[in-house]
């Protein structure tokens, strides 16, 4: 099957791309709009609610206050007691504009109304008396009132007279306050929407306009009276989402909450971004396919694939894949590509192959050529030994050096299997680093050829840790030795500084020698890896980033130059997570 043309390729593939990002993007704005707006709704319902209980709740706790206060005025109870309803209706305007209520009415134990007071018109004695009877009869302290399309909470308190043993009832006082367009105000502040109070299918306070408060109704008498119904609605000019909290379930009615949230900014908004969209996405397939058109034989995806192959093969990573797809040119471009880099990767491999058989036969012969010294060394001082008496010589001198030829050998070979190990090997146990830093020091300063370095130790903070003492001197000890081995015998100075903070430490091992060579920098603590001794097995470096990396710390060159070298060591203060503990525990150089 013949390929396209990489221009056509590129053309058809960068049209669908727009136009399908295009059609997406307006989807999930459109989605995310009314997501918002939805979510905006409920959270104005939740709040809605929650300032109407607030409110409620307040008025309620005063006005149930005030009534009880009220029942225990002396001036009240004398009026009470003449049962005579001229005189009461009199006196009790007084008490009424002292509760502050917008009902107010004393009556007989019975329910026969003696002083009624109310702030709107509409609500006549009447309909009081028969609402306070009904309220007696079920034994109401609170009730709710609605007649004529007023709707009033009411508190009820006795009215009593006399001690506890001869108390006797005067009558009964009620206060209450109306549900009507101020709590639909204040509700449409904590919201910000407009609000709607209705009792069933009938308005009774809202913040809409006339007309919107007309069409409203008319829609609650088609039924849109479901509780926690929520839709959108048009009112008059104005488009709103719509949803309704039931607030009392009744009796006398059912008394809903409506809040409307004005979907006008949204949709504006909406339509304002679907027509910058639709412009933009226009013009950029127009412009993409006249620019295509001419670049398309330079700036290609699979060209840009081919060039990330190459920078990742000159960075030396074989592993970049690359597959050969585009047009047939570029398509036969990266098979040859593919190809050379195959045949770069295996001569590579030998060449590592070949270097790394170099360097085995070199560490070998280093470490047979140690190996043989010390063994000499064992034999003639075994010689010497069996002819001490004879030649008379000190047995303990020769048996001293063919115990420390022995330790040498025995230090060699531990440095080579601690290599092998692959896990970690260490005992972390409470100790202090500062004293296995100091033994390490005393080791080094027992080899009789570096006795003219100059080496000088200073120490901050808490020294107290968890570590393997024995393997961490043995570190420091291969750090210190590399050290004085690259400095010169008169003038030779190496500086140690042991600090700590937090939970770790940190150690630098400075030196006034030549510095690390260029060539060696990139795998200095590689094994086997040694510049400038004549005798170096290219082992201690290793093990100490062996030992350091076991702890779960690190150890760099921080700085080199021809004036001198600082490694350095940063460990954790605790291994393992062991618990700290302030004794010293014994430890020797091995």
């Not at 004529?148 to 009593?160: A, D, E, K, M, S």
């Not at 990742?312 to 880099?341: C, H, N, Q």
């Not at 047979?368 to 008379?392: G, I, P, Q, T, W």
């Not at 440095?415 to 100091?438: H, N």
Request: charge should be negative; aromatic fraction near 6%; glycine fraction near 6%.
């Amino acid at each position: 099957m013949a390929r396209l043309r990489l221009r056509s390729q590129l053309l058809i593939a960068s049209l669908l791309i727009i136009c399908t990002l295009t059609g997406g993007l307006l989807l999930i704005v459109r989605y995310t709009v009314r997501s918002e707006i939805a979510k905006q709704v409920r959270e104005s319902t939740d709040a809605s609610l929650l300032a109407f209980e607030n409110v409620q709740r307040e008025r309620e706790l005063q006005l149930s206050r005030t009534a009880a206060l009220l029942a225990e005025l002396p001036t009240l109870k004398a009026s009470m007691t003449t049962e005579h309803a001229l005189t009461i209706q009199d006196a009790s305007e007084p008490f009424w504009k002292l509760a502050g209520s917008d009902l107010f009415l004393l009556a007989k134990s019975d329910g026969s109304l003696l002083g009624f007071h109310v702030a709107k018109p509409g609500w006549d004695a009447e309909v009081a008396a028969r609402d306070l009877k009904s309220s007696l009869e079920q034994g109401e302290d609170a009730a709710w009132w609605y007649a004529n399309g007023q709707l009033y909470r009411v508190f009820l308190h006795p009215i009593t007279a006399g001690t506890a043993e001869s108390q006797r009832q005067l009558g009964i006082l009620a206060i209450g306050y109306q549900i009507d367009s101020t709590m639909a105000k204040q509700l449409a502040e904590v919201s910000g929407s407009e609000i709607a109070l209705a009792t069933g299918d009938k308005i009774i306070a809202s913040t809409l306009s006339p007309q919107e408060e007309a069409e409203l109704q008319q829609s609650l008498q088609r039924n849109f009276n479901a509780d926690n119904d929520s839709r959108e609605m048009t009112l008059g000019s104005n488009q709103y989402q719509v949803a309704s909290i039931l607030i009392q379930s009744g009796p006398p009615a059912p008394v809903k909450s409506y809040v409307l949230m004005s979907l006008q900014p949204a949709n504006g908004f909406i339509k304002r971004l679907n027509r910058t969209i639709f412009i933009l996405a226009i013009s950029a397939v127009v412009l993409a396919a006249l620019l295509l058109t001419f670049v398309s034989r330079t700036i290609t995806h699979p060209l840009d694939n081919l060039v990330s192959g190459v920078r990742a093969l000159a960075a030396g990573d074989y592993t970049y894949s690359i597959t050969p797809r585009g047009s047939s040119e570029v398509a036969e471009l990266g098979e040859a590509f593919s190809k050379m880099r195959g045949e770069l990767l295996a001569s590579q491999q030998q060449q590592l192959a070949t270097e790394r058989i170099a360097a085995f036969g070199t560490a070998a012969s280093s470490i047979s050529h140690d190996l043989r010294h010390y063994l000499a060394a064992v034999v003639a001082n075994a010689e010497f030994l069996y002819e001490a008496e004879k030649l008379k010589l000190n047995r303990d001198e020769i048996y001293d050096e063919i115990k420390t030829a022995s330790d040498q050998m025995i230090d060699l070979l531990d440095s080579l299997r601690e290599l092998a190990r692959a896990d970690s090997s260490i005992v972390p146990v409470p100790g202090f680093l500062d004293q296995s830093v100091q033994r390490a020091i005393e080791s080094v300063r027992a080899r009789p050829e570096l006795r003219s370095r100059v080496i000088s130790i200073s120490t901050s903070g808490d020294m107290n840790g968890v570590f393997d003492p024995k393997k961490m001197e043995r570190a420091f000890f291969n750090l210190l030795l590399n050290a004085c081995e690259a400095t010169g015998q008169s003038e030779g100075q190496i500086k140690i500084e042991v600090g700590s903070s937090g939970e770790s430490f940190e150690v630098r091992v400075a030196d006034n020698g030549a510095g690390v060579p260029a060539s060696i920098r990139g795998t200095l603590f590689n094994p086997f890896v040694s510049s400038g001794k004549s005798n170096g097995t290219g082992l201690g470096l290793a093990i100490v980033s062996k030992v350091i990396h076991d702890h779960g710390g690190t150890v760099t060159v921080e700085r080199t130059s021809g004036a001198g070298t600082i490694f350095l060591v940063t460990l954790p203060r605790s291994v393992n997570g062991r618990a700290m503990t302030d004794r010293t525990p014994a430890s020797s150089f091995s």
